[in-house]
């Protein structure tokens, strides 16, 4: 059974700084990883999906990447701003419908 | 329009009563979930409809019944809940191409219904 972990649980850091987030996955066999953000009591909003054939993705001043054979992703937040505080979930999918596999989570504060 | 949207956004219902969240898409996604998440807490899969089939029922209680009437709507009814029910439930939505050897893509999240149970 797949199994996802979020390095650290909660991270705070004054605005501007890059930053990292890590998540590991324990089955390399994924379809997909794929990185949300989350406000405090709504939904969650996609913010990137590598496909297991990728390498990293970007959108704006995000950047995600993924090793399968080590089991590993990484979203990069370049130049961050209050507004980037939230919870980032990092999903695993296996392919076809079978849901998604969430770790537990960055709560992470940009301080102004 | 990568919309998801779940009605009601907030509901508070009795241990007696019977109730259904509805979730909608049109992004023409032939796969549909919910998930259930406790507060502080990761989404945890309930159920997934594959071309308006249940294809997994991640062993949820059967006072959740879920309902696919049509390959843009999703229902989930509620009855004789216990107050540990209450949660977030949230509906997404991806695609699924059969037979392509591509399948689910992107999952599309609604902002959830707040469910609280008296």
């Known amino acids: 059974k797949q199994e996802v972990t979020q390095i650290p649980a909660a991270l705070s850091v004054p605005e501007g700084e890059n930053l990292v987030l890590n998540c590991s996955f324990t089955?390399?066999?994924?379809?997909?990883l794929q990185w949300f953000r989350q406000d405090p009591g709504k939904g969650l909003t996609s913010l990137l999906l590598?496909?297991?054939?990728?390498r990293e993705q970007t959108s704006g001043r995000l950047n995600a990447s993924l090793d399968k054979s080590s089991g590993r992703s990484t979203l990069y937040i370049a130049a961050s701003q209050p507004g980037d505080s939230a919870t980032y979930l990092c999903a695993a999918s296996g392919g076809g419908a079978d849901g998604l596999t969430f770790g537990k989570g960055t709560h992470l504060i940009i301080q102004p | 329009d990568t919309e998801v949207t779940q009605t009601p956004k907030h509901l508070v219902m009795g241990m007696t009563n019977k109730k259904s969240l509805k979730c909608e898409q049109h992004m023409g996604h032939r796969a549909m979930y919910w998930y259930k998440q406790k507060a502080k807490k990761p989404p945890e899969l309930m159920f997934v409809?594959?071309?308006?089939?249940?294809?997994i029922n991640e062993s949820v209680p059967s006072r959740f019944s879920p309902e696919c009437p049509n390959s843009s709507l999703l229902n989930l009814h509620l009855h004789a809940l216990q107050p540990e029910d209450s949660a977030l439930y949230l509906c997404a939505s991806s695609q699924e191409r059969r037979g392509q050897g591509r399948r689910n893509t992107e999952a599309f999240f609604g902002q959830g219904t707040r469910l609280t149970v008296v």
């Open positions: 409809y594959s071309y308006e089939k249940l294809s």
């Open positions: 590598i496909q297991s054939s990728q």
């Open positions: 089955d390399s066999a994924i379809y997909n």
